[in-house]
């Protein structure tokens, strides 16, 4: 009976798993390594949803340089209009260890009278943090923070192999949304305040004999996309710079990681075997002894 | 992503154990000097209202403390499901390395609740506690002697936190306790399906092959009858000649021909686990391609993982990972492992049970790559072997114990340090993997040597066999 039902567990068990998953075979290469986390349904429908995706369509790595052209490829060409600018940015990282989070508090500066031209009914501040290759921030966990809607989105494009040492990662970006929609009348001067915090995990570093490696974070890409009268065309979507009053540039910030030293490498390689050797033949030698002293009994 | 989270170590109240172990036992005797039996029924009530509290508990942790409960991994096999739900691969989900039969499994997690996988783990877990009194039972062990080893696995911290965290072994040791009552009862197409499909799901228990071959030996599994179980009683009064005497390995090496090796029994388990495993492979392939072979398969079969985790090569691989290992190199490391294996295989095979346990304790002591929940894997063997072992809890038992837990303690000492105050300890941290396969060595030979060895079966009679024949 119990073998019986335990056959027939297995043909429905066989019979739904095929059912289930046979269509996927279809979708499975439509999978990239981007993550994408929710489905924005305000105005900016009509543009597009991450900058660092469209990056990563044209060039397979993340360099700098290739960053930076893209980027002026894709701003608008009119500099009038860069309306908003950062009066101030302080970037800390919080916490010890391989696990901490990057804080950036930014305040800026809104001047309505730059915006006269352009009827704004949705506005976000973009915030791309391009990683240094010894850090990662994991898709998943930054997927967790969006459900407690930390940010309005969030992304990570590029080397998204959590596992890899840096050597042999490349670099990645994270690209933040956060809500700045404008109800400022002409002639006034707001400030708009932002903190952000993203959760990065040091990958393993390459070998050093000082025993830490220091990874160092560039300024983040600050931009501005707006879209303008709610429901439009594609090429009305603007996306903006965010400039500083006076360019502040912050000091970089340095993590240092504990890292493997070269030197070790003889000595610990000669020990480890030599203790999974003895290790083995304790055990051999017991196993064998067990048996033998089974045999003495056995003549005895 | 924490790296001791991913490796299971998250705090555990291990002191627990030693003091419960005491507990049960003082609870035990005492019980049975009163004549009366812990009723194995409520064990088991008992076990699964206090897992369904463990899993609300673990819910209310997760909303309200930054520290979650629930594993890294369900978090991974629940995306996994997710993913396979909406029709997708499950291999979207990074780091998702199983069987696509997992994120199956937990499927209703995406329709109904998330806590499915943990109810159905948790009943796994439960299963085993049945499957150790079948096994128990059938080898002649006394009721009060099962009560004590279930509850050794019901009752232990250690697996019943690993199931309603939400960690999948506890299905790989129901299944593998399955197939050793299955071998027991004689079932061999029901041996070889079920082991097929458990190499397939979890790759590890391919260890088993050897042994479990040894075993379907002809002159213990008639075709048409039951094989004879050694009994526990038998071994207690006779001297450890009689299973000694038994045993097929002490068979003249010239007797043995191809045909006695390549027998009918055998070569059926070959085949129908073969064609399981590669079936359910095969399928998945299709359906997912390479991506499922390489995170499914090939992953766990070359991972060398230079982050740090229990094992003794962790410092090394790290050492050496931006060169290329050369043959040697890669066969030096593999030796100690593979050797150790065949010797534990050809001394211990006709006791079952036991040898799956020594096999298992050393291949995840000396494996490249060590996790915790990787110990759940010989702890679910343990109370199987327990009534034939003559070590005393007091105070050899309780030594073992504490050694292999101070070592682990020690370790994850170190393993903080690193991770989670960025202080350079890697030498530390590695003596500390060294002095862990010392504690595991001690306990492994400890278990060998207070072992009563007994094969699981009696040979079958020659007139027994005229007998069923005429029958």
Redesign the interface.
């Known amino acids: 009976m119990h073998?019986f039902l335990?056959v027939a567990v297995?043909f429905i068990f066989a019979a739904q798993?095929?059912a289930?998953?046979?269509?996927?075979?279809r979708?499975?290469e439509e999978?990239g390594n981007n993550f994408e986390f929710n489905e924005r349904i305000s105005c900016f429908q009509c543009c597009e949803r991450y900058i660092s995706k469209s990056y990563f369509t044209e060039y397979e790595i993340l360099l700098d340089s290739n960053f930076q052209d893209f980027l002026a490829r894709k701003l608008h060409p009119d500099p009038v209009q860069t309306f908003v600018r950062i009066l101030d940015l302080q970037r800390h990282l919080i916490g010890?260890?391989?696990?901490r989070h990057l804080s950036s508090s930014i305040r800026f500066s809104i001047q309505p009278d730059n915006i006269s031209d352009l009827s704004m009914k949705c506005c976000e501040i973009i915030i791309i943090e391009r990683l240094p290759s010894g850090v990662y921030a994991?898709?998943?966990?930054l997927e967790h923070l969006l459900q407690c809607a930390v940010f309005k989105d969030v992304a990570v494009f590029g080397d998204?192999?959590?596992?890899l040492?840096s050597?042999?990662s490349n670099q990645s970006t994270v690209e933040v949304h956060m809500d700045a929609t404008l109800n400022i009348s002409s002639g006034q001067k707001n400030t708009l305040d932002l903190k952000i915090e993203i959760p990065l995990?040091a990958r393993?570093p390459?070998?050093q004999e000082s025993?830490?490696s220091r990874v160092r974070f560039g300024t983040p890409d600050l931009l501005m996309q707006c879209s303008i009268g709610g429901m439009i065309p594609y090429q009305n979507c603007t996306l903006m710079p965010i400039s500083g009053v006076s360019d502040p540039q912050p000091e970089a910030l340095v993590w240092?990681?504990?890292?493997?030293?070269?030197s070790?490498?003889g000595f610990?390689?000669v020990?480890?075997?030599a203790?999974?050797?003895l290790?083995?033949i304790?055990?051999?030698i017991?196993?064998?002894?067990?048996?033998r002293s089974?045999?003495i009994?056995?003549h005895? | 992503m924490n790296r001791l989270d991913e490796l299971g170590t998250t705090p555990h109240p291990k002191s627990i154990i030693v003091s419960l172990s005491l507990g049960i036992q003082e609870l035990v005797n005492t019980r049975a000097a009163a004549g009366s039996m812990v009723s194995f029924r409520l064990l088991l009530l008992f076990s699964a209202i206090f897992r369904v509290l463990l899993i609300l508990y673990g819910e209310w942790q997760d909303a309200h403390m930054e520290v979650r409960y629930t594993d890294v991994d369900y978090i991974v096999f629940s995306d996994a499901a997710k993913l396979m739900y909406s029709g997708k691969s499950p291999y979207q989900r990074t780091t998702y390395r199983y069987s696509p039969l997992l994120a199956f499994l937990l499927v209703p997690n995406a329709v109904f609740h998330r806590s499915w996988g943990k109810f159905l783990f948790s009943a796994s877990d439960l299963s085993v506690g049945l499957f150790i009194r079948t096994i128990l039972k059938l080898r002649g062990v006394p009721e009060n002697a099962i009560i004590f080893s279930v509850i050794l696995w019901l009752f232990n911290p250690f697996t019943f936190t690993i199931g309603t965290r939400g960690n999948c072994e506890p299905i790989v040791c129901a299944v593998i306790l399955w197939i050793i009552i299955c071998i027991m009862k004689g079932k061999v197409y029901q041996v070889a399906f079920w082991y097929g499909l458990i190499v397939h799901f979890r790759i590890y228990p391919i260890i088993y092959a050897l042994p479990i071959t040894l075993v379907l030996d002809p002159r213990y599994l008639g075709s048409n009858q039951k094989p004879l179980l050694t009994k526990w009683k038998t071994l207690r009064k006779n001297s450890p000649q009689t299973p000694y005497s038994t045993d097929p390995s002490n068979v003249h090496p010239t007797r043995t021909t191809l045909s006695s090796i390549f027998t009918r029994t055998r070569v059926l388990f070959g085949l129908i686990s073969g064609a399981v495993f590669v079936s359910c492979t095969g399928l998945f392939f299709y359906l997912y391609g390479f991506e499922f072979l390489h995170e499914a398969l090939l992953y766990h079969l070359t991972r060398t993982d230079p982050r740090h985790n229990f094992s003794i090569y962790f410092y090394h691989i790290y050492l050496h990972y931006e060169d290329r290992l050369s043959l040697f190199e890669k066969l030096i490391s593999f030796l100690p492992q593979f050797a150790v294996q065949l010797i534990l295989i050809f001394r211990f095979a006709w006791d079952l049970p036991f040898c799956f346990l020594v096999q298992t304790m050393a291949f995840v002591a000396f494996n490249k790559v060590i996790t915790a929940q990787y110990f759940v894997w010989f702890f679910c063997l343990m109370p199987i072997v327990l009534p034939w072992s003559s070590m005393k809890l007091k105070w050899e038992g309780l030594a073992c114990i504490l050694c292999w837990m101070v070592a682990q303690t020690h370790w994850l000492m170190w393993g903080y340090l690193l991770e989670f105050k960025g202080k350079n300890v890697f030498i530390q941290l590695w003596i500390a993997s060294l002095l862990f396969l010392a504690a595991n060595t001690m306990a492994l030979i400890t278990i060998i040597r207070r072992h009563r060895y007994s094969p699981l079966f009696q040979p079958i009679r020659p007139g027994f066999k005229a007998l069923a024949k005429r029958k």
């Open positions: 073998s335990s297995q798993l095929f289930s998953i046979h269509s996927s075979s979708t499975t999978a010890e260890g391989s696990h994991d898709p998943f966990e998204t192999n959590l596992e040492p050597f042999l995990h393993y390459p070998l025993g830490y240092s990681i504990p890292s493997g030293i070269k070790h490498a610990v390689s020990v480890t075997f203790s999974a050797l290790s083995a304790l055990i051999t017991a196993s064998l002894q067990l048996s089974h045999e009994l056995k005895a």
